[in-house]
């Protein structure tokens, strides 16, 4: 039985796929121009061709040392090095069904699918795509002939899934389009690893790995392992609550204070994927 039912935070902050596709533009169009990744390409263009400009007027005067044409250069690449870096800190997107099949591997990945991360998946899917029912056996048939595959011992099963992704991640990084952001693609793998009750750490390692290659920070992801992990701990007391014999205003009580903390930490939510 799953622990808890997440589907109120995608829909109170709009992340459907078009909900995010709009949220991830107007994100876009208030960044800095220079900070785009198509103008940050640009910017190194024109910083080496002003490097070959500076080296030629230098060479054509005499009027500059060797020692200062190094300093220029060392200054031209400092600013490429960090131009790139700003490449390399935005949050990857994938398309739709990419984000789908990377969810499936999740599920896939401990070698057994559980009826809970199922229904989790198809939710999951149905929300993030509302045709998904119209391909989604196609999908998960294609992918389970990716993960039949023979292999040796279980490292050698999470190789295949995570060299399965990776090739996911590779076309991304080329195509550069997509509908899904990073943060909220990890906010799903989560709901589905913990949606049997048990975050195994087969899922872990691969989830991690999904969020270091989305360009994910680490603390962001750590800060939604605890997330969910907090909400396990609340979804069980209020589990044992409903059958305890403790008087009736004790369990009240303690009920509305677990709602008023589950509260706070959904729209802790609600901010950490909208950011």
């Known amino acids: 039985m799953p622990l808890f039912d997440?589907?109120?935070?995608?829909?109170?902050?709009?992340?459907?796929?078009?909900?995010i596709k709009k949220t991830v533009?107007?994100?876009?169009?208030?960044?800095?121009?220079?900070?785009?990744?198509?103008?940050?390409?640009?910017?190194?263009?024109?910083?080496?061709q002003m490097g070959q400009n500076a080296f030629d007027s230098i060479k054509s005067k005499g009027e500059e040392t060797w020692t200062s044409i190094v300093e220029n250069g060392k200054r031209t690449n400092e600013a490429v090095s960090e131009a790139l870096k700003t490449t390399e800190r935005s949050e990857m997107m994938l398309s739709i069904q990419d984000a789908l099949r990377?969810?499936?591997?999740?599920?896939?990945?401990?070698?057994?699918?559980?009826?809970?991360?199922?229904?989790?998946?198809?939710?999951?899917?149905?929300?993030?795509?509302?045709?998904?029912?119209?391909?989604?056996?196609?999908?998960?048939?294609?992918?389970?002939?990716?993960?039949?595959?023979?292999?040796?011992?279980?490292?050698?099963?999470?190789?295949?899934?995570?060299?399965?992704?990776?090739?996911?991640?590779?076309?991304?990084?080329?195509?550069?389009?997509?509908?899904?952001?990073?943060r909220l693609l990890l906010w799903d793998m989560l709901t589905i690893a913990y949606s049997d009750g048990e975050y195994a750490a087969v899922e872990k390692r691969l989830i991690r790995y999904v969020a270091k290659c989305m360009g994910i920070e680490y603390t962001i992801q750590l800060e939604m392992e605890q997330t969910f992990q907090t909400l396990t701990?609340?979804?069980?007391?209020?589990?044992?609550?409903?059958?305890?014999?403790?008087?009736?205003?004790?369990?009240?009580?303690?009920?509305?204070?677990l709602s008023d903390?589950?509260?706070a930490i959904m729209?802790?939510?609600?901010?950490?994927?909208?950011?």
């Open 6 to 19: 997440l589907d109120s935070i995608r829909k109170s902050i709009q992340q459907t796929a078009d909900g």
């Open 25 to 48: 533009e107007d994100a876009s169009g208030k960044l800095s121009e220079s900070l785009k990744p198509e103008n940050v390409n640009e910017a190194v263009k024109n910083l080496a």
């Open 102 to 182: 990377v969810i499936y591997g999740l599920i896939a990945v401990d070698g057994v699918i559980a009826a809970e991360e199922k229904v989790k998946f198809r939710e999951i899917g149905s929300e993030l795509d509302p045709s998904f029912p119209s391909y989604a056996e196609e999908l998960t048939a294609a992918c389970d002939k990716v993960f039949s595959q023979p292999f040796a011992d279980d490292e050698e099963y999470y190789d295949i899934i995570h060299d399965y992704l990776g090739e996911i991640f590779q076309k991304a990084a080329l195509t550069k389009d997509g509908a899904i952001r990073g």
């Open 233 to 257: 701990a609340i979804e069980r007391e209020e589990e044992w609550l409903k059958h305890t014999n403790r008087p009736f205003t004790v369990i009240e009580a303690r009920i509305n204070e």
């Open 261 to 263: 903390r589950k509260a």
């Open 267 to 275: 729209a802790g939510v609600r901010a950490l994927l909208a950011d």
